[in-house]
Antibody, heavy 116, light 106 residues
Framework: EVQLVETGGSLVQPGKSLKLTCATSGFTFSNAWMHWVRQSPEKQLEWVAQ??????????YYAESVKGRFTISRDDSKSSVYLQMNSLKEEDTAIYYCTPGPFAYWGQGTLVTVSS | DNVLPQSPTTMAASPGEKVTITCHASSSGIYMNWHQQKSGTSPKLWIYDTSKLASGVPDRFSGSGSGTSYSLTINTMETEDAATYYC?????????FGAGTKLELK
């Protein structure tokens, strides 16, 4: 059974940093292209970032809205993917989900609230 | 460019009624995914590669489309189909989502 467990979400002030973790099991993580997707309080889904597998040189891609502020990374030995979020803005407030491509499985998400 | 247009935004259907939701891609030559989300739960992949049903999805659902116009159809609405449906451009960045269609039971 595929499991995805996102952690690390919290209330944080604008301008601060936060790191999210997604621990996975039940599939061959090392071969998977992993994504972070977020859902705003208005329920809009937004793709955030992707990291490809080692065979693709761990290539990374970002939505324009987070480019330069967020960094996606992975640890294949721990079957985990991470999202380092810097210079957070109020509009980054959302539930953050990790999902392996092609988006067939979703975790329960972790809530990030950016507010002063 | 951040959100794919979907229509309608909301709709209500009676059991047995046919339902069609449309989505417009920002470019042609793509595949479309559809995700179903019920209140308080995570999204679920429902249709992938434009027309393939995800595991466990009833065959009253179908997906179609080409170019920049795509659709999700429910042949006969059932109570359990009430949910929000999101389209999503697949297979290359950015994996843009639609604005969502909230389907309610009439």
């Amino acid at each position: 059974e595929v499991q995805l467990v996102e952690t690390g979400g919290s209330l944080v002030q604008p301008g601060k940093s936060l790191k999210l973790t997604c621990a996975t099991s039940g599939f061959t993580f090392s071969n998977a292209w992993m994504h972070w997707v977020r859902q705003s309080p208005e329920k809009q889904l937004e793709w955030v970032a992707q990291i490809k597998a080692k065979s693709n040189n761990y290539a990374t891609y970002y939505a324009e809205s987070v480019k330069g502020r967020f960094t996606i990374s992975r640890d294949d030995s721990k079957s985990s993917v991470y999202l380092q979020m810097n210079s957070l803005k109020e509009e980054d407030t959302a539930i953050y989900y990790c999902t392996p491509g092609p988006f067939a499985y979703w975790g329960q998400g972790t809530l990030v609230t950016v507010s002063s | 460019d951040n959100v794919l247009p979907q229509s309608p935004t909301t709709m209500a259907a009676s059991p047995g009624e046919k339902v069609t939701i449309t989505c417009h891609a920002s470019s042609s030559g793509i595949y479309m995914n559809w995700h179903q989300q019920k209140s308080g739960t995570s999204p679920k992949l429902w249709i992938y590669d434009t027309s393939k049903l995800a595991s466990g999805v009833p065959d009253r659902f179908s997906g179609s489309g080409s170019g920049t116009s795509y659709s999700l159809t429910i042949n006969t609405m059932e109570t359990e189909d009430a949910a929000t449906y999101y389209c999503q451009q697949c297979c290359s960045t950015p994996y843009t989502f639609g604005a969502g269609t909230k389907l309610e039971l009439k």
